[in-house]
Nanobody
Framework: QVQLVESGGGLVQPGGSLRLSCAAS????????VRWYRQAPGKEREMVGG????????KYADSVQGRFTISRDNDNDVVYLQMNSLKPEDTAVYYC???????WGQGTQVTVSS
């Protein structure tokens, strides 16, 4: 069974950091492109960024460039989203997605607020 599970979300103050994880199972994860998306209340889902199997980054959204970093651990089938200098507008549910499997995780809530 193909499955993606996100974790690491929570409440953080502006300027703080969080690291999200996306753990995969049921397929050859190390060969897959993985993307992070987010969806804020009342807004469309937007792509945050993606990573190739090699670790090369596809691209980052302009809104997170320089603050967010995607990485992966192919030995443990995990992709990470390191988020620094968080802003209230980063508040959203964050999802990971594997295009070749058309599979989404369940999402993890990130709230940036003082």
């Amino acid at each position: 069974q193909v499955q993606l599970v996100e974790s690491g979300g929570g409440l953080v103050q502006p300027g703080g950091s969080l690291r999200l994880s996306c753990a995969a199972s049921g397929f050859t994860f190390r060969k897959a492109v993985v993307r992070w998306y987010r969806q804020a209340p009342g807004k469309e889902r937007e792509m945050v960024g993606g990573i190739f199997s090699t670790g090369e980054i596809t691209k980052y959204a302009d809104s997170v460039q320089g603050r967010f970093t995607i990485s992966r651990d192919n030995d443990n089938d995990v992709v990470y989203l390191q988020m620094n200098s968080l802003k209230p507008e980063d508040t959203a549910v964050y999802y990971c997605y594997v295009p070749i499997r058309n599979t989404w995780g369940q999402g993890t809530q990130v709230t940036v607020s003082s």
